[in-house]
């Protein structure tokens, strides 16, 4: 079975960019769709970005549509979220995952299964 670990989480200044990653090893990485989750405190996790198993779709909530992408390289094993334009709302605890599935929407928002999650790394974008 996969093992995800991601990095790249710190203290960035609004209006900044990042990019976090995710590697995998322990499994087939390429068998898996990928999505990327974050959780504010005191709040729910939330989707944040999915993408199929060859790369060749995407998926993202509104809240980020435009501001963040979602990469993978299935040789390297590895995921990607690089964020643009962070603004202090994006601060959060990121956590990748591999997925059963690509997203589906419904009412207006995506919605996955996550079968195996990463540890987190946070992300904290200050004013």
């Known amino acids: ?18 990019r976090l990653s995710c590697a995998a090893s322990g499994g087939t990485f390429s068998n898996y769709p990928m999505a990327w989750f974050r959780q504010a405190p005191g709040k729910q996790r939330e989707f944040v970005a999915a ?3 060859t790369g060749e779709s995407t ?11 979602i990469s993978r390289d299935n040789a390297k ?5 690089q964020m643009n334009m ?3 709302e994006d601060t959060a605890t990121y956590y990748c995952g591999a997925t ?10 995506w919605y996955t299964d996550v079968e195996i999650w990463g540890q987190g790394t946070l992300v904290t974008v200050s004013s």
């Open 100 to 109: 059963a599935t690509t997203p589906v929407m419904y009412s207006g928002r």
């Open 1 to 18: 079975q996969v093992q995800l670990v991601e990095s790249g989480g710190g203290l960035v200044q609004a209006g900044a960019s990042t």
């Open 77 to 81: 094993m590895m995921l990607f979220l």
């Open 51 to 53: 993408i199929a198993k």
């Open 59 to 69: 998926y993202y909530a509104d809240s980020v549509k435009g501001r963040f992408t």
């Open 86 to 88: 962070l603004k202090p």
